[in-house]
């Protein structure tokens, strides 16, 4: 007789196997696939600046109702963003991921024709410049989350092609870059980067207790409905809020200035890198695990170092890319951030390929080094892509952006229980196409329409 635990999920060895042994796509698509799912939102935001000077030709009675700040217009906002940029980034995820070539080049040569069509005699103050600049940091970050979001439901559907799901032990899938998207987003804007004041170790336990909370209500919660768990993630207990802890805690141990960060992360990531080809790698890819608490979590005790030193990177480069020397002007800073965003971005992509060919192939179970250089190769590339925006007049970021950027972790947070909750009631793999399609439109409406009333409320959860 089935115990009460897997009554709740009676499918859960079935789910455990449809994505376990995988080994990802290629990078070419990788590549391609980002662009696209960017230039989505570039569009977007192209609209929505159209759309803010039809009004601004109106007179001040309708403007002042149009723009008058209510539940009704931030439910309708939500509504139309979720129809431009949710509906179309979920079709590219599922039923057209067969066509990411073609989708790339369409949405490069839209993309090409309304800047050229609209920049004609445009320049940027430098106002305009520091207020760009955040606004792309922004819709990077919230790009960046509300893609993993769509992502850990969608896995659970064969309408979503497994070459996008997390691999196995080598390999680069769409779904690989997921914690470490959330590790550089969060570096960027972090205190350490913004050299606002510098963290003790008693602060950050302090503040990272939440996310240990989280990661214990986690493993309660999948142990007490036997929900299905990739122990080869990381780990049998380990989990993404653990990881989060772990590195806030040793950033706290070694405080440095920003411009320094980055040199103490590539030395951890060099020297993590060698260990692992001296025969860590073996030890962390072996499914053989011992009855003591590291070795049922190695996986996740030991990429700590790696997305340590991700973290130690991206301190640095927000200084490097955004701010420059403390005598730049705010508008070269800015105009050089774009130039410098691209370079990099590129230079990454080639290390990546090194290192893949040469070094050792990408591995999000271990963070390697070859998978630390593709994580930031893929962020900076959709924060590139955003960066055209700049050269749209009257440039407006969606609104939903706005409403995600207050509560990236708390949406992340309400996905994950969403995504609980549809695996629970329902067997995931025997739905069809169009029923798992609604169910994926769905779920991004509730997230959507939570996000909008948390901002309207002013409600914000923050813990890192």
Not at 181 to 198: D, E, T, W, Y
Not at 281 to 304: A, P, W
Not at 381 to 410: C, H, M, S, W
Request: proline share 2%.
């Amino acid at each position: 007789m089935d115990s009460p635990a897997n009554q709740f999920n009676p499918n859960k060895r079935l789910k455990e196997e449809f994505v376990s042994n995988l080994t990802g796509t290629s990078m070419t698509e990788l590549f391609l696939l980002i662009t696209t799912l960017s230039m989505l939102l570039f569009l977007r935001s192209v609209y929505s600046s159209s759309k803010k000077e039809t009004l601004s030709k109106k007179d001040d009675n309708v403007n002042a109702v149009v723009c008058k700040k209510n539940m009704g217009s931030h439910l309708a906002s939500a509504t139309l963003d979720v129809l431009c940029i949710v509906f179309p980034v979920i079709l590219c995820l599922t039923i057209l991921a067969d066509w990411t070539y073609t989708n790339a080049v369409g949405m490069t040569l839209l993309v090409t024709f309304f800047i050229l069509a609209r920049r004609s005699g445009f320049s940027i103050s430098q106002e305009e410049g520091v207020r760009s600049l955040r606004t792309n940091i922004s819709a990077y970050r919230v790009a960046m989350n509300f893609l993993t979001c769509i992502c850990i439901l969608a896995v659970d559907f064969k309408i979503f092609p497994r070459r996008y799901a997390k691999t196995e032990t080598y390999g680069t899938g769409l779904m690989d870059i997921g914690v470490g998207s959330f590790i550089v987003a969060n570096a960027l804007v972090s205190r350490q980067a913004r050299g606002i004041a510098k963290t003790n170790l008693r602060n950050a336990i302090s503040s990272t207790c939440p996310l240990i909370v989280l990661g214990f209500a986690r493993i309660f919660f999948t142990s007490s409905v036997d929900y299905q768990v990739h122990v080869g993630e990381y780990g049998v207990h380990w989990n993404f809020f653990f990881t989060l802890a772990g590195v806030a805690i040793l950033t706290s141990i070694i405080n440095l200035p920003p411009s320094y960060c980055g040199i103490l992360g590539w030395f951890i990531l060099v020297v993590y890198e060698v260990i692992l080809l001296l025969g860590l790698n073996e030890y962390l890819l072996s499914n053989e695990r011992g009855h003591d608490i590291i070795n049922q979590n190695k996986e996740g005790i030991f990429s700590i170092f790696g997305y340590w030193g991700l973290y130690l990177v991206c301190v640095q480069l927000r200084n490097y890319l955004f701010f420059g020397k403390p005598g730049d002007a705010v508008l070269r800073t800015n105009d050089w951030a774009r130039i410098r965003v691209w370079i990099i971005c590129l230079l990454f992509w080639l290390l990546t390929v090194l290192l893949d060919r040469h070094v050792e192939r990408v591995s999000r179970r271990m963070c390697n080094l070859a998978y630390v250089t593709v994580v930031l190769a893929m962020n900076l590339q959709v924060f590139a892509v955003l960066t055209l925006a700049d050269y749209v007049p009257g440039y407006k970021v969606a609104a939903l952006i706005e409403y995600f950027d207050r509560n990236l972790l708390g949406s992340f947070l309400l996905a994950n229980v969403l995504t609980g909750m549809v695996n629970l009631s329902m067997d995931t793999l025997s739905v069809s196409p169009f029923v798992a399609l609604a169910i994926l439109v769905g779920y991004a409406y509730i997230l959507s329409i939570a996000a909008a009333v948390a901002h309207f409320y002013g409600i914000r959860l923050k813990f890192w």
